[in-house]
């Protein structure tokens, strides 16, 4: 007869010993890849658990992909700190944690000052089996249409409040980071018009225009 599996018991927390580190249900990890040439495995734990004795602790890992981990790869508008939360688990050593990192909403990481080399984005949920993604559908930007990748500089019209890529509007970066105003093609007519009318010309410059820093 098999022998039955001994009962698990969850824990809050487990000391990482290597790193010196406490980890917590539910922070994000840096997991040490089986080919140590690839960048390090970001992963949610989900659970911790150890054998009744508090022995052999497990960690619950819920991975987060690189899009060029992706069954559609690496597109344009995928951010170099970009992750997707999968559907894949996997039950972990803890010893293979290397560190703690955060994985920001997309709206938090746009407003971050800094970013450092632990922060992370995450805006997509993603299935690992059919490479699909949750939402299916963002906004998209742009004279190309494309959505929002925080890395690139772009410009807002001061009309139709839409951003633009400098490129997609024949402006280099250096001359758009020094844009006072920006009115796009399509609002160009109207946007003239509201510059020559005394109380438009009058608002104080800084109002709208903002040159979305890149972040590398
Ligand atoms: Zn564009
Ligand atoms: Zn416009």
Same mark, same amino acid.
């Given at each position: 007869?098999?022998?039955?599996?001994?009962?698990?018991?969850?824990?809050?927390?487990?000391?990482?010993?290597?790193?010196?580190?406490?980890?917590?249900?539910?922070?994000?990890?840096?997991? +040490?890849?089986?080919?140590?040439?690839?960048?390090?495995?970001?992963? =949610?734990?989900?659970?911790?658990?150890?054998?009744?004795?508090?022995?052999?602790?497990?960690?619950?890992? +819920?991975?987060?992909?690189?899009?060029?981990?992706?069954?559609?790869?690496?597109?344009?508008?995928?951010?170099?700190?970009?992750?997707?939360?999968?559907?894949?688990?996997?039950?972990?050593?803890?010893?293979?944690?290397?560190?703690?990192?955060?994985?920001?909403?997309?709206?938090?990481?746009?407003?971050?000052?800094?970013?450092?080399?632990?922060?992370? /984005?995450? =805006?997509?949920?993603?299935?690992?089996?059919?490479?699909?993604?949750?939402?299916? +559908?963002?906004?998209?930007?742009?004279?190309?249409?494309?959505?929002?990748?925080?890395?690139?500089?772009?410009?807002?019209?001061?009309?139709?409040?839409?951003? /633009?890529?400098?490129?997609?509007?024949?402006?280099?970066?250096?001359?758009?980071?020094?844009?006072?105003?920006?009115?796009?093609?399509?609002?160009?007519?109207?946007?003239?018009?509201?510059?020559?009318?005394?109380?438009?010309?009058?608002?104080?410059?800084?109002?709208?225009?903002?040159?979305?820093? =890149?972040? =590398?």
């Amino acid at each position: 007869m098999a022998k039955a599996k001994a009962p698990r018991r969850p824990l809050e927390s487990c000391t990482i010993k290597h790193i010196n580190k406490t980890i917590n249900a539910g922070d994000c990890v840096l997991m +040490r890849p089986a080919d140590q040439s690839n960048p390090q495995y970001v992963a =949610r734990i989900e659970r911790i658990d150890a054998d009744a004795r508090g022995g052999n602790v497990k960690v619950l890992a +819920r991975w987060y992909y690189r899009p060029e981990e992706s069954i559609g790869g690496r597109r344009q508008f995928h951010g170099s700190k970009e992750l997707f939360l999968s559907d894949h688990y996997d039950v972990q050593s803890p010893d293979t944690i290397e560190g703690k990192c955060t994985v920001h909403s997309f709206k938090s990481y746009t407003k971050l000052d800094s970013v450092v080399n632990d922060d992370f /984005f995450c =805006r997509f949920e993603y299935n690992s089996s059919t490479g699909a993604f949750n939402p299916d +559908r963002v906004a998209v930007y742009c004279k190309c249409e494309m959505p929002y990748n925080p890395d690139d500089l772009m410009v807002q019209c001061e009309d139709c409040s839409d951003w /633009f890529h400098p490129a997609c509007i024949e402006m280099t970066a250096e001359e758009a980071k020094i844009l006072d105003h920006f009115f796009c093609e399509t609002c160009s007519s109207s946007g003239q018009k509201k510059l020559q009318n005394s109380h438009a010309a009058s608002r104080p410059s800084d109002t709208k225009v903002d040159a979305k820093r =890149r972040r =590398r």
